[in-house]
């Protein structure tokens, strides 16, 4: 077994399924498709170490959310180096490759090749009570999307005396499980100490409500594995994207999306109660409102800033100080 040459796997994930392809020394591919669930994930590990003959294959994928993470734990666990890379970066490295053909193998060996050459940072699975804590925010979530559209539904069924009464038993059904929910949250986070302490800091940014704490910690696990809040709004899809070339473009100053679409979710509502109950983020706010930026898009730059907040709250350990905002805010260029 070769344990000191380096080999790259690209693996294009979706729901159901793992398209793989395997770059070997003469550069060359060998594809394969498995069945994306646990026992899929084992045969693939077995299916690539037989291939390589390395002791620890390094893989590339992309970030699809649930899709790709109960993969890159198995394949972390399993001792591999994993890297899970923002869809922005392969969309650019395959259009600075001109690649014209689109299959899920061919995004396989793009992945590979990307790994290969660009080397990217391995990602770090998370403790056993993060995933926990996102399976809980996740269901809980889910909750609260049935609860809405069984709300929509109770709205349109204003005649219909039998199906109202249905919708309503489920209704309060959904409700009697969305708070007990909550509580199994609160209850999680004050029994592990790490997630009780960055919770309470998080927290203590106003806009910022328990709920939305639990979800930054589920999705992001420690803030503090990120370089700088930069590199986290990055992370988050919030960072600016200034249209602008020559004399005859000027587009609208709008944040990226291209990053995690449950947190950017997340910290819209935050963002919008912030920019009324928050002095540091309302300053700011109120600052690009006179610049004559649009509405819409001062609400992404706000949310910009709260993740700078939360950034810096944790990374310092010291709870939100209003004061001490205001001046970071007023030193940082606007969106």
Avoid at 290 to 311: D, F, N, R, S, T
Wanted: overall charge positive; hydrophobic content about 40%.
């Amino acid at each position: 077994m070769n344990n000191g040459e380096e080999r790259w796997v690209g693996i294009d994930v979706s729901k159901s399924k793992l398209d793989v392809a395997v770059l070997d020394s003469r550069g060359k591919y060998k594809n394969h498709v498995f069945p994306n669930d646990a026992k899929g994930h084992a045969t693939l590990v077995a299916w690539v170490m037989e291939r390589l003959g390395v002791s620890r294959p390094c893989v590339c994928m992309e970030a699809t959310g649930p899709y790709s993470e109960a993969l890159a734990i198995a394949l972390s666990d399993a001792g591999w180096h994993v890297s899970v890379v923002n869809p922005a970066r392969i969309k650019g490295f395959a259009q600075g490759e001109m690649t014209r053909n689109k299959t899920d193998a061919v995004d396989a060996g793009l992945l590979a090749r990307f790994g290969q050459l660009m080397r990217p940072e391995p990602w770090v699975a998370p403790p056993p009570e993060v995933r926990e804590l996102r399976a809980l925010v996740d269901r809980l979530q889910s909750l609260k999307d049935m609860a809405q559209q069984e709300g929509n539904r109770l709205e349109a069924a204003m005649n219909q005396p039998t199906m109202r009464a249905s919708i309503e038993s489920h209704l309060q059904w959904l409700q009697a499980s969305i708070k007990q929910l909550e509580q199994q949250i609160d209850d999680h986070i004050d029994r592990h100490p790490g997630l009780r302490q960055d919770a309470r800091i998080i927290a203590s940014i106003p806009g910022i409500g328990d709920i939305t704490a639990a979800k930054v910690l589920a999705y992001l696990g420690d803030v503090r594995r990120f370089q700088s809040a930069k590199a986290l709004a990055a992370f988050i899809g919030v960072t600016p994207r200034l249209k602008e070339s020559g004399s005859s473009v000027r587009g609208r100053s709008m944040i990226s999306r291209s990053g995690h679409a449950n947190l950017r979710h997340a910290l819209f509502m935050p963002a919008m109660v912030a920019r009324r109950h928050n002095q540091a983020v309302k300053t700011f706010g109120d600052r690009l409102k006179q610049g004559g930026m649009a509405p819409k898009a001062v609400i992404g730059a706000c949310m910009h800033k709260l993740v700078h907040l939360i950034y810096g709250v944790v990374k310092s350990g010291v709870p939100f100080d209003p004061r001490r905002a205001v001046m970071r805010l007023d030193t940082q260029d606007g969106i």
